[in-house]
């Protein structure tokens, strides 16, 4: 552990040490293949998106823009954590530098954010592929598909940004220990020896805009795209239409709630046990499911794989 002694006889923290998860020494090994595999196929499975979605024309559509966004999204999202806890896992040094945890905290708030948003974006796109199919070409025009996705990169870029020198401002005094497996804002501002209610007013008021209003639209565009669906009744529409939701409201509520539970509603009866689990849901669980549930299924996917794979093995057919 190391400190620092400011001018004023105070003691600071130059480093932190992550604990990581609470897993038992002879389970180790077993949890580090685990997340090593579901690392893996986060980022094999959203990489694959992105190489699909750049190489066929035929993907090249408002919904798949808007998807190699997310996918992007998800592969850097996990990225900002999970390496960092499979080196734990294997090393004994658990320490992160102060300027390499507010790094990792700024990062984690973008990417979490940007997910946020680019849910919303979706939901709206497939909001109005559904409900109004003959207006779709000119509703999402090029201008706004462009705007759909610029303006999440630069809302998020400034959230992250604001919470990341509110955090900056704090002092960390003698204990530098995070129980948690990446630097996580509440865990940090437990760790503070300042006053962190500025911190905490930001955190619900932004909380708001940014989790609970992105959670309700994509609540209320999912409900909006059944209500169309049942209109016009036909068994095979209605089946695929709560297929095709079902699984992306699943996704979502786990992605939303758990962060709502952490962040927005937090509760004294919490152990870290339960924190860190629920951290994991939408951290690792989410990112690696995205690519399934959004595309890896559907029937434009699968062509634009066989596409891709078959030009590759024959270049010099006429």
Partial sequence: MRWIVTQRNQTVVSEFLL????????HQNLFYTL??????????????????????????TPMYLFLSNLSFSDLCFSSVTMPKLLQNMQSQDLSIPYAGCLTQMYFFLFYGDLESFLLVVMA????????????YTTIMSPRLCLFLVLLPWVLTTFHAMLHTLLMARLHFCEDNVIAHFFCDMSALLKLSCSDTRVNELVIFITGGLILVIPFLLIITSYARIVSST????????????????????TVVSLFYGTIIGLYLCPSAHNST??????????????????????????????????????????????
């Avoid at 595999?37 to 035929?58: E, K, Q, S, W």
């Avoid at 009744?233 to 939701?245: M, Q």
């Avoid at 990112?287 to 093995?313: E, H, Q, T």
Wanted: a positive charge; proline letters at 6%; charged letters at 15%.
């Fill in 19 to 26: 604990l990581g998860l609470p897993i038992e020494s002879e």
């Fill in 35 to 60: 997340f090593l595999a579901m690392y893996v196929t986060t980022v094999l499975g959203n990489l694959l998106i992105l190489v699909l979605i750049c190489l066929d024309p035929h993907l090249h």
């Fill in 124 to 135: 709206y796109d497939r909001y109005v592929a559904i409900c109004f199919p003959l207006h």
């Fill in 230 to 249: 049942l209109k016009v009744p036909s068994a095979r529409g209605i089946r695929k239409a709560f297929s095709t939701c079902g699984s992306h409201l």
């Fill in 273 to 318: 046990v339960k924190e860190t689990v629920m951290s994991m849901m939408y951290t690792v669980v989410t990112p690696m499911l995205n690519p399934f549930i959004y595309s890896l299924r559907n029937r434009d996917m699968k062509g634009a794989l066989g596409r891709v794979f078959w030009r590759k093995k024959t270049p010099f057919s006429l």
